[in-house]
């Protein structure tokens, strides 16, 4: 998974990934100068990372990170939440959209 992280760097992606013990990992994709675009909690880093990940997919889908890890990230996130990535996201838009982590 740092391999996700890193890509989304050198993507220009924005994201922050934050944790407080005991209450899960905080995700979120942008910043705070251009806004969130999305952002959710999981309880695992993996988790976090992969939900970032599937939200980058979502709103950055020329972007030179979902065009390499496209394919293994939707093979991940069906093994891992059981159906199918767009399920997870329909409508995620905004920051107040919370996809599954």
């Known amino acids: 998974m740092i391999d996700v992280l890193q890509e989304l760097y050198d993507s220009e992606i924005n994201f922050d990934i934050s944790t407080l013990w005991d209450g899960g990992v905080d995700w979120k994709l942008g910043d ?32 030179d ?3 390499r ?3 293994e990230l939707l ?12 399920e997870q996201f329909d409508g995620v838009e905004d ?7």
Request: hydrophobic share 40%; charged share 25%; aromatic share 10%.
């Open 32 to 63: 705070e100068m251009n806004g969130y675009k999305a952002e959710g909690n999981g309880c695992t880093v993996e988790s976090a990372i992969l939900s970032t990940a599937m939200a980058a997919l979502q709103h950055f889908p020329d972007s």
């Open 65 to 67: 990170f979902a065009k």
């Open 69 to 71: 890890f496209r394919a």
């Open 75 to 86: 093979e991940l996130a069906e093994k891992l939440w059981g159906k199918p990535w767009k």
């Open 95 to 101: 920051a107040e959209a919370r996809p599954l982590g």
